[in-house]
């Protein structure tokens, strides 16, 4: 099992920028995707962006040019850094992965939110206008 834990979270003004950091432990997976999400109050989580094993990036519309995902083998960390910050970028923030056969990390993209069985416990970002 891969435990995550995101950290990188707080309060900025818009146009402000945050970079979450996402650290995973125990177990890693050979051939992965990994993602962040964002979840509203009293919504559903929704994908911000992915990046796979073979560093192959997708972002959600609504953040594509203002987000970058990236990670770092070495240290086994996944970061996003947030730039351009709009109130509505004010959320709860998850990290995930997702174990793939190596033939299917091609389809990290298109995974359904239920494929990622690992995730963090959250950071909170908070974009004041």
């Known amino acids: 099992q891969v435990q995550l834990v995101e950290s990188g979270g707080g309060s900025v003004q818009a146009g402000g920028s945050l970079r979450l950091s996402c650290a995973a432990s125990?177990?890693?997976?050979?051939?992965?995707?990994m993602g962040w999400f964002r979840q509203y109050p009293g919504k559903e989580r929704e994908g911000v962006a992915r990046?796979?094993?073979?560093?192959?990036?997708t972002y959600a519309d609504s953040v594509k040019g203002r987000f970058t995902i990236s990670k770092d083998n070495a240290n086994n960390t996944l970061y996003l850094q947030m730039n351009s910050l709009k109130p509505e970028d004010t959320a709860m923030y998850y990290c995930?992965?997702?174990?793939?056969?190596?033939?299917?990390?091609?389809?990290?993209?298109?995974?359904?939110?239920?494929?990622?069985?690992?995730w963090g416990q959250g950071t909170q970002v908070t974009v004041s206008s």
């Open positions: 990046i796979d094993t073979y560093g192959s990036t």
């Open positions: 125990g177990y890693t997976y050979s051939t992965y995707c």
């Open positions: 995930a992965t997702a174990a793939l056969a190596p033939w299917a990390s091609r389809l990290c993209p298109h995974l359904a939110r239920s494929t990622f069985t690992s």
